[in-house]
């Protein structure tokens, strides 16, 4: 599997709560933080589908995920997913 491309922001619950579990389930990921860089904020939100919302997940195959649960972060990286 590629590598996802998360854009968070360290201030956003969520965003910590999917960055923990990535890591503990070892997969890897490239994090953008949208806090502070206009450009990455404009495109989550582009990616998201005008959504305002974070995080925002890019998977390898192409899915977006907008503020993702644990169990649908499972869900999408399963195997066969």
């Not at 996802?4 to 956003?12: D, E, Q």
């Not at 860089?37 to 907008?66: F, K, Q, W, Y």
Request: proline share 6%; charged share 30%.
């Amino acid at each position: 599997m590629g590598e996802i491309v998360l854009y968070s922001a360290n201030w956003c619950g969520d965003c910590r709560r999917a960055k923990a579990w990535l890591r503990e389930h070892e997969v890897p990921f490239t994090e953008v933080d949208v806090e502070h860089d206009d450009a990455a904020r404009d495109r989550a939100v582009e990616i998201a589908g005008g959504r305002r919302n974070i995080p925002v997940l890019v998977l390898p195959d192409g899915r977006v995920l907008v503020e993702p649960t644990n169990t649908e972060l499972a869900d999408a990286l399963a195997p066969g997913a």
